[in-house]
C-alpha cells in the first residue's frame, strides 16, 4: 500500500515539473528589448545588424529559412551546435530579473553522432562584464527541448549578476531535425508575478 502511494506522488511530482516546464511563470515588466523581434530586416537580407550565426567549426550543417516571422533552423550535416543570437548593452539591468522567451515548435532527434553540448533546441541567457568575461549562462533544462511538438512557449528568467555589461541571447540548434522560432521577447520581469527572483528555470 504504501509503495503505491509512493508511486502515485512520484508521478504527481513528475507532471508538476514538465507543466511549469512548458508553462512560462513570469510576466514581462516592459515592452522587448530584442531588435527584429520579427526577423523581418534578417529575412531582408545583409541590412539587419541585430542577428548573429555561428555553428560548430567544420562543414556547414544548418540551413536557416525565415518566412512570416518565423525562423526555421534545419540540421543538414554532422556539426553538433548552431547558435542564433543577439547581443545586447544590459549595464542597466544588472541585478534584475529578465525573461527570455520564444514560442517553439520542434520535430528534433537526438544527434546520430552524440556530443556533450546538450541535446536539443534551447533558449539560452549569457551575462558578460565589460572585459566581455562570462558572469553566468543559464542552464539548458527547460521542456520542451527535443522530440515533436506544436507550438510551446519556453521562458528562461534569470537575475542578472551585479557587474553585468552585456547580455547573449541565444537560440541553440543542438540536435538532428528542424526547429521553428517565433515571437523572441528579452525584456524586464514584473517582480509581482514572478514571486522571489531565481537565477534560473
Known amino acids: 500500500m504504501l509503495e503505491k ?3 502515485t506522488i512520484a508521478s504527481i511530482l513528475l507532471s508538476s515539473c514538465s ?26 537580407g ?27 533552423i534545419t540540421k543538414t550535416g554532422d556539426q ?3 547558435s542564433y543570437r543577439q547581443s ?8 534584475q530579473q529578465m525573461i527570455f522567451s520564444a514560442e517553439v515548435k520542434l520535430d528534433l532527434q537526438p544527434p546520430a553522432i552524440a556530443h556533450v553540448f546538450g541535446e536539443g533546441g534551447w533558449l539560452r541567457v549569457t551575462a558578460r ?22 507550438w510551446e512557449k519556453i521562458q528562461v528568467s534569470v537575475v542578472l549578476p551585479a557587474d553585468t555589461h552585456r547580455v547573449d541571447l541565444s537560440i ?22 514572478c514571486g522571489a527572483k531565481v537565477h534560473a528555470h
Open 19 to 44: 507543466a511549469l516546464g512548458t508553462k512560462p511563470s513570469c510576466s514581462p515588466h516592459a515592452g522587448n528589448l530584442l531588435q527584429d523581434p520579427g526577423f523581418s530586416l534578417e529575412a531582408a
Open 88 to 95: 545586447l548593452d544590459a549595464a542597466e539591468f544588472a541585478g
Open 46 to 72: 545583409s541590412s539587419s545588424n541585430s542577428w548573429r550565426q555561428s555553428q560548430h567549426f567544420g562543414e556547414k550543417s544548418f540551413d536557416t529559412h525565415i518566412e512570416d516571422g518565423v525562423l526555421t
Open 5 to 7: 502511494v509512493l508511486i
Open 80 to 82: 553538433s551546435w548552431f
Open 172 to 193: 541553440l540548434h543542438q540536435a538532428d531535425g528542424v526547429m521553428s522560432v517565433r515571437n523572441p521577447f528579452f525584456g524586464r520581469a514584473d517582480a509581482d508575478a
Open 129 to 150: 562584464s565589460n572585459h566581455r568575461r562570462i558572469l553566468m549562462s543559464s542552464p539548458l533544462e527547460h521542456v520542451p527541448h527535443i522530440g515533436k511538438t506544436d
